[in-house]
């Protein structure tokens, strides 16, 4: 995958050197490119100007973002434009991502964007219901939220496959050595060695952790007989808990 981003801190994006995005690119098989608008602004350099009509903060200018849009060498990109405004950011979305070959992100600063600059772009996206002070951010968690994904990058497909949301649900309880810690200790499933048993069971924490947590994420969800059976115990038993609460 290459990865081209338009921004004016080139240097925020340095936590991509490392860990799972640093391993990609030292395996090739993701090329990640800078690009300062700044050096392309013809007016002294500045790259915001006032907006026209008065109000309030400063606007990017089209001529900076042009031309270095123009300067990258590409091959029909996703093109996407970090705004609070765009479509919000998700692990679906994530997926989608993953498939493509090129994208190209569009980092802002200051109040907004000339409206033009909207005609380079494929998507507009959001992290969330809040501002930022500028894409980079919300670039860098993007990048690490796609390029997990590409084929090879973590190793078994299965790794990524179990994440929360990449199922429709939350992801299972896990544990690890050792088996009793200050009394906490691995639920016998996971010991069992049985595996359609640890499967039921994961299956189980997952339905239940999304009902008590993120009860929306189920309204689409579509689920098989089996997690219907067991979604219905989850509300029984959530039901009989409640009424044991109010009798006390």
Known sequence: ???????LFPEM???LEHSIV????????????????????????????EPYGGGQG?????????????AIEKNNPRVILLDPAGKQFDQAYAEDLAQEEELIFICGHYEGYDERIKTLITDEISLGDYVLTGGELAAMTMIDAT????????????????????????EYPQYTRPYDYRGMVVPEVLMSGHHEKIRQWR???SLKKTYQRRPDLLE????????????AEIKEKKRLKGETYASN
Not at 148 to 170: A, M
Request: cysteine-free; overall charge negative.
């Open 1 to 7: 995958m290459k990865i081209d981003i338009l921004t």
């Open 22 to 49: 640093g391993k990609a690119r030292e395996k090739g098989l993701l090329d990640i490119q800078y690009h300062n608008f700044r050096d392309y602004a013809e007016k002294a350099r500045h790259v915001d100007d």
């Open 147 to 170: 390029v997990r994904l590409i084929p090879e990058v973590i190793g078994k497909e299965s790794s990524h496959q179990d994440d929360s949301f990449s199922s429709g649900l939350l």
């Open 13 to 15: 994006f340095s936590p």
């Open 220 to 231: 689409d969800y579509e689920l098989t007989a089996e997690e219907e059976t067991m979604l």
């Open 58 to 70: 400063m606007l990017l200018r089209a001529q900076p973002i042009f031309d270095a849009f123009d």
């Open 203 to 205: 299956l189980y924490e």
